[in-house]
């Protein structure tokens, strides 16, 4: 089955240091990886896409993120977090489920990012 | 600038009373998008359109129905709203050929 994982549901990290967000995936075919960011009562923003070329790709507000073929995974990374990055972050693939063109965006169930001062 | 408005923001309706999301979009993409949030959940993909094909998930309940009247407008109707139905429902867009995604702010819906 096409999934995504995000195996924490909290990450917690000092303000200056670095932060990692998991995010693995099982898809058919080439991933199309996303990530989206959700202030409280907002929508989704976008941060970054993986659709091919260089393994890591930059976003949005200093994130970026590192497609893994061989551990199927897509972490996103910031080098300094800051007090404003808290908030919640999703993961997404981009699969198939129909001949044709009918892709749609499997996600990720999120992980709280809490950047402490 | 280009982007994708829902409104309203907040809206708040009766158990039973039927009630319309808006969502409009300014990016003339062809694929639109609704989606059900519940508090810190996944987005999960209620039905959209490619165009005009509309496009239902297996698991949408049968209360919810959705509108394209043209390509910039799309609507949300949920025939009577459940107390279960309460949260945030978000439009999206994308166009055919790309990869990206655009996301409005969404509706936080609230059932009394």
């Known amino acids: 089955a096409q999934s995504v994982a995000q195996p924490e549901d909290q990450v917690n990290v000092a303000e200056g240091n670095p932060l990692t967000v998991k995010c693995t995936y099982s898809?058919?075919?080439?991933?199309?990886l996303f990530w989206y960011v959700q202030y409280p009562n907002r929508g989704l923003q976008f941060l970054l896409k993986?659709?091919?070329?260089d393994n890591l790709v930059k976003g949005s507000y200093g994130f970026e993120a590192e497609f893994n073929k061989s551990q199927t995974s897509f972490h996103l990374k910031k080098p300094s977090a800051l007090v404003s990055d808290s908030a919640l972050y999703f993961c997404a693939v981009r699969a198939f489920f129909n001949a044709g063109n009918n892709r749609k965006l499997i996600w990720g169930l999120g992980t709280s990012l809490a950047v402490n001062p | 600038d280009a982007m994708v408005i829902q409104n309203p923001r907040y809206q708040v309706t009766q158990f039973g009373k039927p009630v319309t999301l808006s969502c409009s979009q300014t990016?003339?993409?062809?694929?639109m998008y609704w989606y059900q949030q519940k508090s810190s959940q996944a987005p999960k993909l209620l039905f959209h359109?490619?165009?005009?094909?509309?496009?239902n998930e297996a698991d949408t309940p049968d209360n919810f129905q959705s509108r394209r009247p043209n390509t910039s407008f799309c609507f949300l109707d949920i025939r009577s709203p459940g107390l279960g139905d309460a949260a945030m429902y978000l439009c999206?867009?994308?166009?055919?050929?790309?990869?990206?995604?655009?996301f409005g702010s969404g509706t936080r819906l609230t059932v009394v």
């Open positions: 999206a867009t994308s166009r055919r050929g790309t990869n990206g995604y655009t």
């Open positions: 898809v058919s075919g080439n991933p199309y």
């Open positions: 359109y490619y165009d005009k094909d509309f496009n």
């Open positions: 990016l003339n993409h062809n694929v």
């Open positions: 993986y659709i091919t070329g």
